[in-house]
């Protein structure tokens, strides 16, 4: 099947590790123009050199904490210093720290909203201009299951991200126009990096399985084939939507 991907440019936050790294490699493995970011520079150039290697491509790797609103401005002077416009925009963060209510301090919450909401706020901002002049574009944002069913000790996870929902839900109307689609993509529990370091903080995690249908932990892959598609022309009538790639643990119906 043809998705329609090749030559699109394509920006990848947080991709050096992760669901971002598995996602950008499968948008390179379409023939996307890849560009991928990260905090950690020794991360950020091994992803760069396995893609490049896998794919006989150039990946352009911009390293930057878009937590930072000073930092999320130098990633985006820096994309547009190599090209003129980017079709395809992957939000992407790592999660915001786990605990209760009472646990966490006003800075946790404001460290919360820059890390979730306004780097999506930022990169949007960044790239709109160009889609909206081609008419054509594709905003993904990688959220939560929390979204739709919180998930217990995670109530900056919980909150936060439900407001870059209701963010996305609102472009969707506003740039359909356009021809701009704009969906969530909610990841469940999948085997990452960030996984190990919940469990490693409440091995009870482990268990959850028995709440799957599937009765086991995601794939990076599995999931980086559904954003896929929802980047591509397959997907040309998808907007306005939150999809779960959880193997079926929400059990909420709406």
Do not use: C
């Amino acid at each position: 099947m043809d998705l329609g991907l090749k030559d699109k440019i394509a920006f990848i936050a947080a991709s050096s590790d992760g669901l971002g790294k598995a996602v950008a490699t499968e948008l390179a493995k379409e023939g996307a123009t890849i560009i991928i970011n990260g905090r950690n520079s020794e991360k950020l150039d091994n992803t760069k050199n396995e893609i490049e290697q896998a794919f006989n491509t150039k990946v352009l790797a911009i390293s930057g904490d878009l937590a930072d609103q000073e930092e999320r401005a130098i990633v985006l002077k820096t994309i547009f210093n190599h090209h003129d416009k980017v079709d395809i925009l992957i939000t992407n963060t790592g999660g915001p720290p786990s605990g209760k209510f009472e646990e966490l301090s006003e800075d946790h919450w404001n460290n919360a909203y820059q890390l979730l909401l306004g780097s999506a706020v930022s990169l949007i901002k960044g790239v709109l201009p160009g889609m909206k002049a081609q008419r054509w574009g594709r905003i993904i944002t990688i959220t939560s299951i929390s979204v739709k069913q919180p998930v217990e000790n995670l109530i900056l996870s919980n909150s936060v991200r439900a407001s870059v929902v209701g963010l996305m839900k609102t472009l969707a109307s506003e740039l359909g126009e356009f021809n701009i689609s704009v969906n969530n993509i909610m990841p469940g529990y999948t085997q990452t990096n960030r996984l190990l370091s919940l469990i490693e903080n409440n091995p009870s995690i482990n268990s959850v399985t028995d709440e799957i249908p599937l009765k086991r932990f995601g794939k990076p892959e599995e999931f980086a084939a559904a954003v896929t598609f929802m980047a591509s022309d397959r997907a040309s009538y998808i907007t306005g939507t939150s999809l779960a790639v959880d193997g079926g643990w929400i059990k909420n119906i709406l």
